[in-house]
Structures are given as structure tokens and as C-alpha cells.
């Protein structure tokens, strides 16, 4: 293998330090592919002036690349500029979901997340950069004074969303650990067009999409989001066992790949019946009964409302907890 084009297009995913990471590339990419990535982003006729390449071989190796979700287009007024995936998860996530992936690269991302993955997180948590993601809660009563942006309303992003798709969560795919759904990532607007242009997904209808979010709240998982403001590309439904966010949410050193909600779990321990389905469910751990009933430890809840659905007796709700700001714009 050729390991210094591949270390470039590391370095570009600001993982140049990676002994892993140029082995995926090449995996995806042979020496030529690895010099079009290299030389993005650019329009096919920009890319073929810069590389001395035929515009049609040139065209042929971006679809390859674009198939195997090494490469993105965005089009604009026409015309298309492909460039490199934005960010390691990204890349994680398109190229798994190629649909002729060998094992090889599967066994190589799996050893990644296990491996380097979790040290990029150490940085972005000590470092206080934005996290990746956060928590939507699920469809319950709020009990706030303010409104419920739709950036923190999965209906709601749903019910407004022009077009919708669903792809295998690629976490289970790959990891394999749990028998949770795994048809239940849903892809929206941009994100659903890129799916089913690439064959990667399905189109749903709404009603097909809330099912979806009802199934995956019945099976325990915990929808999350980009952590900005307004409406995003795609509503993960989350395990703890092999979820890239949530799986790392509860360790202290990588704790910043995931931003709660706004909202936090109360109890009323006048009602509370002790049952405990309520720590049955709560991915996080972050319920306890020492008392016999349910005491929610407001530093670990993450504020995802799965207890508040599980709750027989109606004992606990979310509350406000966190401003508006706290989503990033």
C-alpha cells in the first residue's frame, strides 16, 4: 500500500496521528481514487484540469467513489462540486452503508472505534469542542414554559420534513451486539435524497417515518440528532451497546461526543411505586431506589424521557432544565 497519499487524506479528517485510518482509505480508494480525493473539493471539469484526468474516466471513479461514500456532491445553481467527507463520521457512517463492502473494511472500522475512536473523544471532551450530537426526547408532555424548538421535536422534524428515508443503523450493523431494530435510522430532506440516490436506504411516508420513531422508543432506543439549531439531516435511534455517541456518553473522558437535551427526569416520590421498570429502561444509569422510590441522578440523565414512557403510575416527567442556547447555533 502506498501510505503517504493515504496519510494525507487522514490528515484532511484531522486524524494524521491514525495507523488505522489510512488502511480504510485504501480499502475504498486504489492510489489513483486516493489522488481525485486529494485533489477535492472541485467540479469534474476543475478536477480534470488540476489532475490531467479524461473528464469521463474522472466522472466514472467520483460515482465509484460516491457509491462507496468516500466522496459527496453538492449542487448548486446546476452544478456539482464534489468534495471529501466533512468529518470522521461521516465517512464512518456513507461507507459503511455501501452495498458491495467487504468484510475486510467492516473489521477494520469496527477495530477504529474501538481503538482510536475513543482518544479523538478524550480530545473533543478536555477541549470543550461542540459535540456531535445530542438527545431529542421522546414525544411526552413537557413540563416547561417554553416552547419546544423543532430541532428537539422528532415528530416534528418528521412532520415537516419534504422528503423521508430510512437506512440500517450502520453501529449495529457493524458491531453487531445487541438484536435491538435495525432499520430505524431515518434520513430527511438532504440526508434522504442522498440515501436513495445511492440506493443505501428507502423512501418512507410520514406515517411510516412516526411508526418508526414509535418502534424505536418501544425497543429502549434514544433518538438523537446534530447537535445545531433547525432542522437536521437525519434522527439516529441510539443503543448504548453499540451506538458511536451514546455508547461513549457515559464515560466521563468522552462524555463531550453528546449533548443532553434541554430537558431533565423528576419523580414525584409521593407516587412512585417502586416498580423500577424505570431503571429497567433508562439507558444511561442513571436511576437508582434506595428508598424505595426512583431517584434520578441529574448529572448522568441525559434527557431522552424514556423512563417518563415506562413510568406505569405517571410518576415522572421532564422538565426544562437547560435555555434555548444550549443548542448550538
Not at 473489521?107 to 470543550?128: I, R
Not at 445487541?178 to 438532504?190: F, I, K, S
Not at 463531550?256 to 412512585?272: I, M, P, Q, Y
Request: proline content about 5%; aromatic content about 4%; overall charge negative.
Amino acid at each position: 500500500m502506498t501510505t503517504g497519499i493515504y496519510k494525507e487524506l487522514s490528515k484532511k479528517l484531522l486524524l494524521e496521528q491514525s495507523s488505522l485510518l489510512p488502511r480504510i482509505w485504501a480499502e475504498v480508494a486504489d492510489p489513483v481514487d486516493a489522488g481525485i480525493l486529494n485533489a477535492l473539493p472541485g467540479t469534474v471539469e476543475e478536477l480534470s484540469t488540476r489532475l490531467g484526468m479524461d473528464t469521463e474516466k474522472l466522472e466514472t471513479r467520483l460515482h465509484e467513489l460516491f457509491m462507496r461514500g468516500a466522496v459527496f456532491e453538492k449542487i448548486k445553481n446546476g452544478v456539482t462540486t464534489w468534495r471529501m467527507p466533512r468529518n470522521i463520521i461521516q465517512f464512518h457512517d456513507a461507507s459503511l452503508l455501501w452495498k458491495d463492502i467487504p468484510q475486510s473494511l467492516i473489521s477494520l472500522w469496527v477495530e477504529f472505534m474501538d481503538t482510536e475512536y475513543p482518544e479523538l473523544l478524550k480530545l473533543v471532551t478536555t477541549h470543550g469542542i461542540p459535540s456531535f450530537m445530542r438527545v431529542v426526547p421522546i414525544n411526552v408532555n413537557l413540563e416547561t414554559q417554553s416552547q419546544v424548538l423543532v430541532s428537539e421535536d422528532a415528530r416534528r422534524m418528521v412532520e415537516e420534513a419534504e422528503i423521508l428515508a430510512v437506512v440500517d443503523c450502520v453501529c449495529r450493523l457493524s458491531k453487531k451486539k445487541c438484536d435491538a431494530p435495525l432499520e430505524v435510522c431515518l434520513q430527511m430532506n438532504r440526508g434522504a435524497e442522498y440515501t436513495i440516490k445511492r440506493g443505501t436506504g428507502r423512501q418512507v411516508t410520514k406515517h411510516e417515518a412516526l411508526d418508526i420513531l414509535q418502534k424505536s422508543e418501544d425497543a429502549g432506543l434514544v433518538h438523537l440528532v446534530e447537535n445545531r439549531s433547525g432542522m437536521g439531516n437525519a434522527i439516529c435511534n441510539c443503543c448504548t451497546c453499540c451506538c458511536e455517541m451514546l455508547s461513549f456518553a457515559g464515560n466521563a473522558p468522552t462524555a463531550g461526543v453528546l449533548a443532553k437535551s434541554r430537558f431533565g427526569a423528576v419523580v414525584d416520590e409521593n407516587t412512585c411505586t417502586g416498580c423500577a421498570r424505570c431503571m429497567d429502561i433508562c439507558p444511561m444509569e442513571a436511576i437508582s431506589m434506595p428508598q424505595g422510590f426512583a431517584m434520578i441522578s441529574p448529572e448522568t440523565c441525559i434527557g431522552c424521557g424514556l423512563c417518563v414512557t415506562t413510568c406505569p403510575s405517571g410518576s415522572i416527567s421532564l422538565n426544562e432544565i437547560r435555555p434555548p442556547d444550549h443548542i448550538p447555533t
